[in-house]
């Protein structure tokens, strides 16, 4: 096979020895315009995985690699005047020059050619070959060339951040955050060999502006940078090599290769280097499209081979990426935090490095965190701070008003299609009973309409007849004589979404026969098919108001520990919210203000029926996934409006506003929203989606992104979820007598 690889990069070079490595036949050429020592950047770093990974791909070349190495396994992190450090976490530092030396070597050596100081300005005289690598970076000119198949985008971000080098040698991976008259400053430090170390300095576009560094040449970044961080440079020197002060563009591509060309490295994707390094990336590119070369019948299958295995790993580790580099550009939100919670929540950034993986890592520094967690859970919850051992984040109290939580573990409102006129039976008392019992602090009902025209569908429960009242008491009594959980009650109106099918039979689908009238902010309907609802009045209005405060008296009649207000996914009070389902023109509708005059005027008159003791929740959605929605920041302008009202916990979803919406979806995809409104408001949070292990659970809640975890399919699985938490974390918990026999029953659960 006859291989051309544009770009002697990590990506070209090291596809080219694994090509030639896996056949000697190969004919491969790497054509490259920048001399080694034109290369940019200072050093890369490996994890310990990606090390292994390495070593099983090419010993020889990971092993000269190797003794060209710093290594070392701590993290070290530099806070309000305090050093913590966490040990564990198996890395290696590389000098970039160093490994491209050595990658070329290697190369040449196996009988690759290479051609230095060739500048490919159009790659047509290249294509003549059997297999084309575009490894010409993140600018890849033969991305460019064929782009309309490649279809590549680039999001740019904010922050702005510069790559420098000092001859300070940094014992670990080491972070400053240091705030000066201009704003924050992040460095990100790490010892690549003996005697040089990497240096890069991190800002908001707003603080870099502010020093006027955005006017300042390569000369004056230095002076700048050693004069802030002297104290922390010791009196070494910083190092410039095209120092210039960049913003991050995260590269994706809808394809991967065409024809005879394969996108590899940075010209198909790049990742923030808070996670890894694009180094790290390339080099498993490659690792993997030359196992599908040699184990596909022929190039085209190769190639998709390549794509369909590689990219699902790309994309997971890009979403990581983007909750770090989200992390560094909201650094200013978690200054206020504990020196244990700033260096927990720093280190599970990304979100792949869970409590569980940490306390792995790093058994001491874990347990110093979670008995701080335990002792500030106390306070909070006003009980006792609890004696050795600690328990660990998800078996801690909270405290909501009168009421506390035993753990912080609930489960989530989730309709069951299952009552009759609204009436909930026998399934409900064992749905809700079932998972009581199960160990979760907190059960909340389904969303509970509060007239019949305000249900989802004709299966959906009430809150609205006398019937109800005597129906869910039966619960509630069930709840509190057989468990420790508490029960709170949802209240909702379905708006527009009301008068449909049950989920099974066609979620948001119409009714075909049997619709009732139903009531939205604005008359759009969801689907172009669906029914077109009635624009509210006021007299709708007030009838609405009404009847959320009766099903509120009604509530406590019942017995419920707490309520739940459901202002979200589309529904009544979520429509006037966004802008999407209010185009209103009256005092209702347009600003923020005006789209929420009348979900805060129903929450006032639930507040005020309510007894003051009891704590009452809100569910929003915080997104809308749809441009010219709800955006992230909306819904910490919206938790303060109900702050300020009263409200005491925001249970934070997102979405299902709208049909057409484009929700990214990802493991705890949601939390980001919560832990923005919890530290930017102030206002305790309940988070959701794509919870489903206990470690997802102490990591949220350890690193304060979230007061309560809320977990729907989870508790559907297993219904004693939050008792075989208990179990794995070894942390003892009381079963009902009935089940007393368990004592002698220890099986580990995961």
């Not at 009045?537 to 009847?547: F, S």
Request: charged fraction near 25%; glycine fraction near 6%.
């Amino acid at each position: 096979m006859r291989v051309v690889s544009i770009g002697g990069g990590p990506a070209g070079l090291y596809t080219a020895i694994l090509l030639k490595k896996a056949d000697a036949a190969h004919d491969v050429l790497v054509v490259e315009r920048n001399r080694v020592d034109d290369t940019f950047g200072f050093g890369v770093v490996f994890s310990e995985a990606t090390q292994e990974n390495l070593q099983q791909a090419d010993p020889e070349t990971f092993d000269a690699m190797a003794r060209r190495s710093a290594r070392w396994d701590d993290i070290e992190i530099h806070y309000r005047g305090e050093l913590l450090r966490s040990t564990g976490h198996g890395f290696s530092g590389l000098s970039r020059r160093a490994m491209i030396e050595v990658l070329a070597r290697r190369a040449s050596d196996l009988g690759v050619r290479i051609e230095i100081g060739t500048e490919v300005t159009d790659p047509s005289s290249y294509l003549g070959a059997d297999l084309v690598l575009a490894a010409d970076g993140a600018n890849s000119l033969v991305r460019e060339r064929f782009a309309t198949t490649f279809q590549p985008t680039v999001d740019w971000r904010s922050n702005r951040f510069v790559w420098l080098g000092t001859t300070r040698p940094f014992p670990a991976f080491t972070f400053y955050f240091k705030a000066d008259r201009h704003g924050l400053w992040r460095v990100h430090a790490y010892q690549y060999e003996r005697g040089q170390s990497t240096f890069i300095v991190e800002a908001r576009e707003e603080t870099w502006r502010a020093a006027c560094l955005d006017r300042a040449t390569e000369h004056e970044t230095i002076a700048f940078c050693e004069d802030l961080f002297a104290e922390e440079l010791a009196g070494h020197r910083l190092q410039q090599n095209r120092s210039v002060w960049r913003s991050f563009g995260t590269v994706r591509n809808e394809r991967w290769h065409h024809d005879n060309v394969v996108l590899v490295g940075d010209s198909a994707h790049t990742a923030h280097f808070s996670v890894g390094s694009g180094t790290k990336l390339a080099m498993e590119d490659a690792i993997v499209l030359v196992r599908a070369l040699g184990s596909q019948p022929d190039l085209p299958s190769a190639l998709a081979a390549y794509e369909t295995e590689r990219r699902p790993v790309v994309e997971s580790l890009q979403r990581a990426a983007q909750v770090s580099l989200e992390y560094f550009e909201n650094t200013e939100r978690y200054m206020e935090l504990a020196p244990e919670q700033f260096a927990f929540n720093l280190l599970t950034r990304s979100l792949r490095i869970t409590h569980d993986n940490l306390k792995i890592r790093d058994p001491q520094f874990v347990a110093d965190v979670d008995r701080w967690f335990a002792g500030e859970a106390a306070a909070q919850a006003q009980v006792a701070v609890p004696p050795d051992p600690v328990p660990p984040p998800l078996f801690t109290p909270f405290r909501l008003r009168n009421l506390v939580l035993e753990n912080r573990s609930v489960v989530s409102p989730m309709c069951q299609y299952s009552a009759e006129d609204g009436t909930p039976d026998d399934w409900h008392l064992v749905h809700l009973g079932t998972r009581a019992l199960g160990g979760a602090a907190l059960v909340f009902t389904e969303m509970t309409d509060v007239t019949p025209d305000g249900r989802i569908s004709y299966g959906c429960t009430g809150m609205y007849k006398p019937e109800h009242v005597t129906a869910w008491r039966r619960i509630v009594d069930f709840v509190h004589a057989h468990s420790r959980a508490k029960i709170g009650l949802q209240l909702g109106h379905a708006g527009r979404k009301a008068a449909t099918k049950k989920m099974w039979e066609g979620d948001n689908q119409p009714l075909e026969t049997g619709a009732w009238p139903i009531l939205a902010a604005s008359p759009i309907p969801y689907f172009p098919h669906s029914q077109v609802p009635k624009e509210m009045d006021r007299a709708d209005m007030v009838a609405v108001r009404d009847a959320f405060a009766r099903a509120t008296g009604m509530a406590e009649q019942a017995g419920f520990d707490a309520l739940e207000l459901h202002f979200a996914h589309g529904y009544l009070l979520a429509g006037f919210i966004s802008p999407l389902t209010n185009q209103r023109r009256d005092g209702f509708g347009g600003s923020l203000d005006n789209r929420m005059r009348f979900p805060l005027e129903v929450f006032d008159a639930v507040r005020a029926a309510w007894p003051a003791a009891k704590p009452i929740s809100v569910r929003i959605s915080a997104v809308d996934w749809t441009p010219g929605g709800m955006e992230s920041q909306d819904a910490v302008d919206v938790a303060r409006l109900f702050q300020q009202h009263g409200c005491d916990i925001l249970d934070v979803s997102a979405g299902q506003t709208v049909p057409e919406q484009r929700p990214v979806y990802g493991r705890l995809f949601q939390t980001p929203f919560a832990d923005r409104i919890r530290h930017e408001a102030g206002l305790p949070v309940m988070t959701v989606g794509n919870i489903s292990s206990y470690t997802d659970v102490n990591t949220i809640l350890a690193a304060g992104r979230a007061d309560l975890c809320v977990l729907a399919r989870a508790h559907l699985w297993d219904p004693y979820w939050t008792r075989h938490a208990a179990r794995a974390l070894n942390w003892p918990v009381e079963w009902p007598d009935q089940y007393e026999s368990l004592d002698a029953y220890k099986p580990r659960f995961t």
